[in-house]
């Protein structure tokens, strides 16, 4: 298939693009470059050995989109494109409702005039807001905390009405748990511009010194070692699960909301451990206060996903952590 992926060049889109490409789709890039280099392209073509479409743009410019998605024979789209800081969206809600909402109706009114009806979208574990029940399904109910996880959940129900206004949309929704590591080349891996908010680009640049001490947000949670418990996700076993979902998507049509997860939780303590013990290295951290916002535990029932996508994830937190060092060392390395 022709696919493109909007955000592509991206930490998560860049890692899909390589497997979607491994398993024989040729993928076309469409990226504005607000949180990503254009240098990601000639890596992804390094490692799969063939050139790599990219196309520079806005997921709102819909004429662009509309031209992109003609010019190439597009037949899916995987949707990555968005702003993604939970922070950040409290500060700048119309940012996020604008470039999320917004440019998901721009892309959806492009394919609609391309008749190019057959979506992944990537979509949040955050849209479950704080956990009533764990393991998290599909079916628990949704009640993000932040504008960020709302501007994901409204876009989930719109194309939720789509796929029920038109019965040719096949749609599925990706409901990612914690993306984190890197390809196993230490070539792409996530780069956040100025200072990270997740734990694992924190652990790598206190890891090589960028950053003397990490902080761990609470102690005190009811959680086995008080420290808050996460289900992290090997990013390589998440762009698995893009291909997977589009093999499903060949079958099957309407909309489908789907958690990719490991099913496990791990404290915050357990990360810096197996990362102290895989990669030999030191992790000087410090407790801090509870971060606002924060759950004590959240991880994944990834049986819908086992079910319908024939998908698991197969890496485990070591492969995590020695993936995450490796691309840490190559971006020192390149500044
Ligand atoms: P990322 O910031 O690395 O990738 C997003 C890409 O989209 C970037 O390359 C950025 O330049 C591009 N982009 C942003 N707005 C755009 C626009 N208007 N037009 C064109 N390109 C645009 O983020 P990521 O971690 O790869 O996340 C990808 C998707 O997955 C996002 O939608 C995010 O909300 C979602 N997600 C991420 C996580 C996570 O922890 N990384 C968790 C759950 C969901
Ligand atoms: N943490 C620290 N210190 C830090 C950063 C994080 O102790 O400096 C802790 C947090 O308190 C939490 C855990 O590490 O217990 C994970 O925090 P992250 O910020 O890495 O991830 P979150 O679970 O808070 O959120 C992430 C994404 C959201 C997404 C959500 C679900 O940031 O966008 O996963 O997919 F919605």
């Given amino acids: 298939?022709?696919?493109?992926?909007?955000?592509?060049?991206?930490?998560?889109?860049?890692?899909?693009?390589?497997?979607?490409?491994?398993?024989?789709?040729?993928?076309?890039?469409?990226?504005?470059?607000?949180?990503?280099?254009?240098?990601?392209?000639?890596?992804?073509?390094?490692?799969?050995?063939?050139?790599?479409?990219?196309?520079?743009?806005?997921?709102?410019?819909t004429a662009l989109l509309t031209a992109t998605l003609a010019e190439y024979s597009i037949d899916a789209v995987v949707h990555f494109a968005g702003l993604k800081a939970v922070g950040e969206s409290s500060e700048n809600p119309i940012d996020y409702y604008f470039n999320n909402v917004q440019g998901s109706i721009s892309l959806i009114k492009a394919m609609e005039t391309q008749g190019i009806r057959t979506m992944v979208f990537s979509s949040s574990a955050t849209v479950y807001g704080s956990p009533q029940q764990l393991p998290l399904k599909e079916e628990h109910p949704t009640d993000p905390a932040n504008p960020y996880g709302r501007s994901k959940l409204h876009i989930e129900e719109m194309l939720n009405d789509l796929a029920q206004s038109n019965q040719d949309w096949r749609v599925v929704c990706l409901r990612y748990f914690n993306p984190v590591g890197a390809h196993d080349s230490g070539l792409i891996g996530e780069?956040?511009?100025?200072?990270?908010?997740?734990?694992?680009?924190?652990?790598?640049?206190?890891?090589?010194?960028?950053?003397?001490?990490?902080?761990?947000?609470?102690?005190?949670?009811?959680?086995?070692?008080?420290?808050?418990?996460?289900?992290y996700i090997h990013v390589m076993d998440l762009a698995d699960g893009h291909a997977a979902a589009l093999e499903f998507l060949k079958e099957s049509s309407g909309w489908h909301a789907i958690n990719l997860g490991t099913g496990f939780g791990h404290s915050v303590l357990e990360v810096i451990q197996a990362f102290k013990t895989v990669n030999g290295c030191e992790v000087p951290y410090r407790f801090a206060p509870r971060r606002i916002g924060d759950v004590p535990e959240y991880y994944a029932d990834p049986g819908k996903a086992g079910k319908l996508l024939n998908w698991s994830a197969k890496r485990g937190l070591d492969d995590m952590c020695i993936s995450a060092l490796k691309y840490q060392n190559l971006v020192e390395k390149a500044s």
């Fill in 191 to 231: 780069q956040p511009q100025g200072t990270p908010n997740n734990l694992m680009p924190l652990i790598t640049q206190v890891a090589v010194g960028q950053r003397s001490e990490l902080r761990v947000f609470g102690n005190d949670y009811p959680t086995g070692d008080g420290t808050g418990v996460r289900d």
């Fill in 1 to 61: 298939m022709n696919v493109l992926l909007t955000g592509g060049t991206g930490y998560i889109g860049s890692h899909t693009a390589l497997v979607l490409s491994q398993f024989g789709h040729q993928v076309t890039l469409f990226d504005n470059l607000s949180n990503s280099k254009k240098s990601v392209v000639a890596r992804i073509e390094n490692i799969i050995g063939r050139s790599c479409s990219f196309v520079e743009g806005d997921v709102c410019d």
